[in-house]
């Protein structure tokens, strides 16, 4: 299967393009200065920064013409917003324990680079031939994961790990993907994980339609579900997944899908972005936009049950779902969701975004909440 060379940050449908590749935004803030982050002492690790480590990435558009990407990265606090430029043809993925994970490709050789936000510094951890499309690490740091393409002819060479700290053990985990004229060229390919860490899920995305891939990491059992009527991943547990259905905008129906018999259930009917957490009690639970502009949030049960609509935010901000949507993400307590303005994390640091609890509905700026 080949993946057509794509802007990382669109989600699965032509529709999300506008929304999260170019978006041009009213609350964007200062733009840091470019920042070459020097080498990090040691080996390379994860590491245990508190809460509040966050990232942003954004098109570079000079006379029109997309550039390149800016990626901004900042800890706790509201100090030290420090932006990167990367190729055009770039990612970041995390947090990790206040690292993040950046990697970005000149047309010769992919570099990815852990980056210590925390620290200041960074470490080089791979090099490639081929283009690293997208890469994570195991939720304990040990590891890193990636997918590949073959650089000339662009065809998938499949998802691959090796230790973080030894670039010779390499080891193919899943194989390209086969091509299906049901989901057309794929377009997008995401990597993420269930909230326990044993499930990696890797989506496929053609214009409409995902193919979701799943691999438990301890015991090399694996699965796919394969039903055009499923659109982007919003989240995997250790038995199901929750996706949106293959539409070619929000709001969409939420759908949940049984990794063992492969059942297809629908848990809400129209819905906007969502994003998949826990409750106070550990069940997991939806919490989505109820319409096209984000104004009303609900949660609910992924049995369908516990439904209730959340307070309203009065200034408007929306809420941040995953990186593919929000072209941002930051380390937040379990229990917790956040709300930024545009859907997104502004570029000048969280100081307009929000937390709200899942369960008993506090909100607390960005910032003042711990683990």
């Known amino acids: 299967m080949v993946e057509l060379v794509w802007f990382r940050r669109a989600g699965p449908g032509i529709a999300a393009i506008g929304a999260v590749v170019l978006v041009a935004s009213t609350t964007v803030g200062a733009r840091p200065a470019s920042w070459q982050p020097p080498q990090c002492d040691g080996m390379p690790r994860i590491?245990?920064?508190?809460?509040?480590?966050?990232?942003?990435?954004d098109a570079t558009i000079v006379d029109g013409v997309r550039s390149g990407q800016r990626l901004t990265v900042a800890g706790p606090g509201t100090a030290a917003v420090r932006g990167l430029d990367l190729d055009p043809e770039s990612f970041a993925s995390g947090p990790f324990a206040g690292t993040v994970l950046a990697g970005t490709d000149d047309g010769a050789t992919s570099r990815l680079s852990l980056i210590d936000v925390g620290a200041g510094c960074a470490w080089s951890i791979d090099r490639s031939d081929d283009v690293v499309r997208r890469a994570t690490l195991?939720?304990?740091?040990?590891?890193?994961?990636?997918?590949?393409?073959?650089?000339m002819s662009r065809a998938d060479r499949g998802v691959w790990r090796r230790p973080l700290v030894d670039r010779g053990a390499v080891?193919?985990?899943?194989?390209?993907?086969?091509?299906?004229?049901?989901?057309?060229?794929t377009w997008l390919t995401e990597l993420s994980w269930s909230d326990d860490g044993t499930l990696l899920a890797v989506e496929s995305c053609g214009e409409v339609a995902c193919r979701i891939r799943w691999l438990d990491v301890r015991t090399g059992v694996s699965g796919a579900v394969s039903d055009p009527t499923l659109g982007g991943?919003?989240?995997?547990?250790?038995?199901?997944?929750v996706a949106h259905g293959a539409c070619r905008?929000?709001?969409?129906?939420?759908?949940?899908v049984a990794l063992v018999h492969g059942g297809i259930s629908t848990i809400v009917p129209s819905a906007g972005k969502a994003v998949l957490t826990r409750d106070a009690r550990g069940r997991h639970v939806l919490v989505y936009e109820r319409d096209a502009d984000g104004s009303s949030v609900a949660s609910i049960g992924l049995d369908g049950s516990a439904g209730r609509v959340l307070p309203a935010d009065r200034a408007g901000r929306r809420l941040i779902a995953g990186p593919a949507w929000a072209a941002s993400a930051a380390e937040v307590p379990a229990g917790w969701i956040a709300f930024g303005p545009d859907g997104r994390l502004p570029i000048a640091g969280?100081?307009?975004?929000?937390l709200r609890h899942v369960s008993d509905d506090r909100v607390v700026p960005f910032y003042e909440v711990q683990r």
């Open 249 to 256: 905008g929000l709001p969409c129906p939420l759908r949940s």
């Open 350 to 354: 969280p100081v307009g975004a929000l």
């Open 171 to 185: 080891e193919r985990i899943l194989p390209p993907i086969g091509p299906d004229e049901r989901f057309g060229p």
């Open 47 to 57: 590491g245990s920064a508190p809460v509040g480590t966050w990232y942003r990435i």
């Open 233 to 241: 991943l919003v989240g995997i547990t250790s038995d199901r997944l």
């Open 138 to 151: 195991t939720p304990d740091g040990s590891t890193l994961i990636e997918f590949r393409v073959d650089r």
